[in-house]
């Protein structure tokens, strides 16, 4: 694979103080104890890359972005972070002006977390919001209400943010139009330049699951009325939507993420992270323990390949570049998809050009379907490496 394109490093931080109800993400309740020794894990496998060698068929690429992900990193603490940072910066080639986003949750942000991750370099702030409506946000479990979303923005901007990203969540149980309306309201003034938006899942191994038939979700029609509210206000605000579940003002968009539906390579270190590098993909278990024993991640086979290329592109609102296409795997997308995308996807819900295929923002609602029918088109693949 030739590659000196910059990659992603993703870093997973398990922890987080409760179990929300609906989370299926890999985390457990986080002990002092415990966060120091995993801190411990990740710096050795950092100076290391021990566990990850066998993957790497050549020397690392430089970084180009940078995100702690988790459960909770502003649980994890700024002094911890700021140690992993000044660990990246020592060990690892990193490109200049690297994006270096760190999730939080408002209930665990204050000053001195957030002044630590700046002074250290991280330069995107990602705070769970998921609804301003504090019935919305206690029923999924969340502990902090819409007023402490609005310190810890504060906080973040006094610290010198100025990337900021909230998480909004639709379908959530009771949600209306007219409360979904207030949480748009919330994060138009809050100044954040990105918006995150996600469909509750109900996932099985939650707490939701259990619950799932006494749970007042919104129905369907619902749930599609919210979509189209929340595509259309972001819209008026100036957002684009970028990305199936990712709206951005201009300039704002999430570098690591676009790199990841460009299909682009990215190292993943921590319990439950993935990888894709040279054209492998690989994953540390969910198992905290498992990591501090310092287990080797799991081999996942090839990535890269023409299905996931498709599936990746179009999730994005500039969608599947047929020269790009043919530039990553010498050949031409086959007659049958153009078939198929002509005569079996309701033209309301693709734009086809002669350069490109990519989803209106009603096909983006019936992602799983179109995909489907795509896909079918295409002639089934063996094996494929970049
Ligand atoms: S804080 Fe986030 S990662 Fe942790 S349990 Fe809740 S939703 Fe999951």
């Given at each position: 694979?030739?590659?000196?394109?910059?990659?992603?490093?993703?870093?997973?931080?398990?922890?987080?103080?409760?179990?929300?109800?609906?989370?299926?993400?890999?985390?457990?309740?986080?002990?002092?104890?415990?966060?120091?020794?995993?801190?411990?894990a990740l710096v050795n496998e950092m100076q290391t890359l021990?566990?990850?060698?066998?993957?790497?068929?050549?020397?690392?690429?430089?970084?180009?972005?940078?995100?702690?992900?988790?459960?909770?990193?502003?649980?994890?603490?700024?002094?911890?972070?700021?140690?992993?940072?000044d660990t990246i910066a020592s060990r690892f080639s990193v490109t200049e002006n690297p994006e270096i986003?760190?999730?939080?949750?408002?209930?665990?942000?204050?000053?001195?977390?957030?002044?630590?991750?700046?002074?250290?370099?991280?330069?995107?702030?990602?705070?769970?919001?998921?609804?301003?409506?504090?019935?919305?946000?206690?029923?999924?479990?969340?502990?902090?209400?819409?007023?402490?979303?609005?310190?810890?923005?504060?906080?973040?901007?006094?610290?010198?943010?100025?990337?900021?990203?909230?998480?909004?969540?639709i379908g959530i149980p009771k949600?209306?139009?007219?409360?979904?309306?207030?949480?748009?309201?919330?994060?138009?003034?809050?100044?954040?330049?990105?918006?995150?938006?996600?469909l509750l899942q109900i996932e099985e191994g939650t707490v939701f699951y259990?619950?799932?038939?006494?749970?007042?979700?919104?129905?369907?029609?619902?749930?599609?009325?919210?979509?189209?509210?929340?595509?259309?206000?972001?819209?008026?605000?100036?957002f684009c939507h970028y990305e199936i579940s990712n709206f951005a003002k201009p300039n704002e968009e999430s570098r690591h993420n676009l790199n990841y539906w460009r299909c682009g390579s990215y190292l993943g270190l921590g319990a439950a992270a993935h990888s894709f590098l040279f054209g492998r993909r690989f994953y540390f278990p969910r198992d905290i323990q498992s990591?501090?024993?310092?287990?080797?991640p799991v081999d996942d086979g090839d990535g890269g390949t023409k299905e996931e290329f498709?599936?990746?592109?179009?999730?994005?609102?500039?969608g599947l570049d047929?020269?790009?296409?043919?530039?990553?795997?010498?050949?031409?997308l086959p007659q049958a998809f153009f078939m198929a995308a002509k005569n079996k996807i309701p033209p309301a819900c693709i734009h086809l050009t002669e350069q490109s295929l990519s989803l209106t923002e009603k096909g983006f609602l019936l992602e799983n379907e179109i995909l489907a029918e795509l896909l079918s088109a295409m002639p089934e693949e063996k094996s494929f490496h970049i």
């Open positions: 694979m030739k590659t000196a394109e910059p990659i992603g490093l993703y870093i997973h931080i398990p922890f987080c103080r409760s179990k929300c109800p609906y989370c299926d993400f890999y985390s457990s309740v986080g002990k002092e104890e415990v966060m120091d020794h995993y801190l411990a021990r566990r990850v060698s066998p993957f790497l068929k050549g020397p690392l690429p430089p970084i180009g972005t940078i995100y702690f992900g988790g459960g909770t990193p502003s649980l994890f603490g700024g002094k911890r972070i700021a140690c992993l940072l986003t760190v999730e939080a949750n408002p209930s665990s942000t204050d000053a001195a977390f957030l002044s630590a991750i700046h002074s250290a370099g991280a330069n995107r702030l990602s705070l769970g919001l998921q609804s301003a409506v504090d019935t919305e946000r206690k029923a999924l479990g969340r502990q902090s209400g819409a007023k402490e979303t609005s310190q810890a923005i504060e906080k973040a901007i006094q610290a010198g943010f100025s990337r900021l990203s909230l998480d909004l969540m949600q209306t139009p007219e409360s979904l309306a207030k949480s748009l309201s919330f994060c138009l003034s809050s100044g954040a330049g990105h918006i995150s938006a996600y259990k619950r799932r038939n006494t749970l007042s979700l919104p129905e369907e029609d619902t749930q599609c009325q919210l979509y189209f509210q929340l595509c259309e206000t972001l819209r008026d605000a100036g990591f501090l024993d310092g287990h080797v498709i599936l990746l592109s179009l999730r994005t609102k500039n047929f020269a790009d296409y043919q530039a990553r795997f010498h050949e031409k």
